[in-house]
């Protein structure tokens, strides 16, 4: 075996990992997640990653990659009034409702008729607060954050994947050479938290709804993309319906839905992965091996994150985003037809507006169709 299938793996594993860690962080915090609970969380969502990753690959000898929805928790972490009962319920119908999509085709169709300008509008306007907020973080902690953002810019232009990890490794080095961070936690090994869920309509239609129509249009469809383009022919509905089924498994220890990945896809799906397409299946044991691991040290990590820097914290997720952003607003904006359908799914939801207790990403959603319809009602 080629040692380019575990190098592209564990690559691709520390950049989906590293880099957007910070966000779930932000997300746990968003909706009251104790400590333990958020540990619970981070070994909980790696533990499935494992599962799904490495069972798909071998059953479909295909590079199935799964990851957590980044978007989906920039979703989470700008939600208000929610507490982890919530979420976890909503994070149960989620899965519930990912099930169903891979059961039942039509309702595959129906969301992939979803137009694309204004799920990325409302995709946007979830994760533009969190680029914003980056930028807040230069004035209130400058000598710091001015030299990582520098960094990431430059690292970007060669390796684009590891820039934000470079930063968050950086900046975390910075912090304890300068006496910022006390002392680290000593290393521990993860337990995972039950916590029972609570419905609410207002979690099922402001998080739930959201979170699955994010899932299934950022993350799910890219993710068939990555694999179509590197040749692979997957039935979707069966892979739709492990994630959701292992998502519902492992919500209630506060794990957020698990998806079809698309960048770490890209990283193991490729020729460097393997000059054979039929042996780059192999990238899922390995990749499910690193998450192992980092579901054993979820307790630790998640410690370490807790004495970092704040002003770090916002910056990483902020950084994490700014890809997911970019490409947000390029698809927004892409159509002319739809750009103010786009546009108005992005404002709404980057208002934070809550309406009978349900959050804005929601009724972007609903803002934007309604002006689609409209235009396309004037036509006829």
Request: aromatic share 8%.
């Amino acid at each position: 075996m080629r040692a380019s299938v575990p190098i592209s793996a564990f690559v691709a594993a520390i950049v989906g990992f590293g880099g957007t860690l910070a966000v779930i962080i932000a997300a746990a915090e968003a909706v009251g997640a104790t400590q333990a609970q958020t540990a619970s969380w981070v070994t909980a969502i790696c533990l499935a990653m494992a599962v799904e990753t490495a069972w798909l690959s071998w059953r479909t000898r295909m590079p199935v990659i799964t990851a957590w929805s980044t978007p989906g928790a920039a979703l989470v972490a700008a939600s208000s009034g929610f507490t982890m009962a919530d979420a976890i319920g909503a994070f149960v119908v989620t899965a519930l409702l990912l099930m169903a999509t891979g059961l039942f085709k039509p309702l595959t169709k129906l969301v992939s008729r979803i137009p694309a300008s204004v799920a990325s509008g409302m995709l946007a306007g979830i994760v533009v607060t969190f680029a914003m907020n980056a930028a807040r973080t230069v004035p209130v902690d400058p000598w710091l954050v001015v030299p990582l953002v520098a960094a990431f810019f430059t690292i970007r232009l060669f390796n684009p994947a590891l820039s934000v990890l470079a930063v968050l490794v950086g900046g975390g080095m910075v912090a304890f050479v300068s006496g910022r961070i006390g002392g680290l936690p000593a290393p521990e090994l993860s337990t995972l938290t039950l916590t029972m869920p609570e419905f609410s309509v207002a979690a099922t239609v402001g998080l739930a709804v959201p979170l699955y129509l994010v899932t299934m249009a950022s993350q799910n469809l890219s993710g068939l993309a990555v694999l179509r383009a590197a040749g692979y022919r997957p039935d979707a509905g069966p892979l739709i319906t492990a994630t959701g089924f292992v998502s519902l498994l492992t919500a209630p220890f506060s794990a957020l839905t698990t998806n079809l990945a698309a960048i770490s896809a890209a990283i193991c799906t490729g020729a460097d992965a393997h000059p054979d397409p039929a042996q780059r299946w192999k990238t899922g044991p390995f990749y499910a091996l690193a998450y192992l691991v980092f579901a054993a040290f979820g307790a630790s990590l998640v410690a370490i994150f807790a004495v970092l820097p704040q002003s770090l914290i916002v910056l990483v997720a902020g950084l994490a985003l700014m890809a997911p952003l970019a490409n947000a607003l390029s698809i927004a904006l892409g159509h002319e037809r739809e750009r103010m359908a786009a546009v108005t799914a992005f404002v709404v939801t980057a208002s934070g507006l809550t309406l009978g207790g349900i959050g804005s990403a929601f009724w972007g959603l609903i803002a934007g169709l309604t002006v689609l319809g409209l235009e396309a009602a004037k036509k006829h």
